[in-house]
């Protein structure tokens, strides 16, 4: 599902997005009843160290909140490796730390700047590896690159 939120200025698709009956939610056309979303992101491997599919799952809560004008406060992570589906808390702090890196992304897309990346094991699952630009640069110069590219 297409999601976004205007005042973040970000913009993203949810893998899926179920949607529990209960009072306190909000009507869906040619549905009976009221409903709350939950998005819910599913993931190749395990549980990271990190909070990035949390935030991610954050992120995406709070376009669904923009967007349908309810409150989001639970979504979930599914975990393919380990089978296992795992239920989040949308904290307030976890919303003020979306908000922050948003605000710090747009802030460098406005300077034409990109930070540096740390490429790891982690690589291995990325979705973007086949145009990498790390990976581009260890194989040839940024002018090699760009005079292949204008050439195709």
Known sequence: LPVQAKE???SGICDVVEFEKNEKGIKLIGEEGKYIPYPVEYK???EKSTKADILQLTAQAMCLEEML???VNVGYLYYH???K???FEI???LRNKV???TKEMHAYYERKYTPKVQPGSHCRNCSLKNICVVNI???QSVKNYIDRMLRE
Do not use: T
Request: net charge positive; glycine share 4%.
């Open 8 to 10: 973040l200025r970000i």
């Open 44 to 46: 190749r491997g395990k």
């Open 69 to 71: 004008l309810c409150e």
């Open 81 to 83: 490796e380990i089978r």
């Open 85 to 87: 589906r795992v239920k």
């Open 91 to 93: 904290s307030h702090e």
């Open 99 to 101: 908000r922050v890196i």
């Open 137 to 139: 640069m260890k194989r």
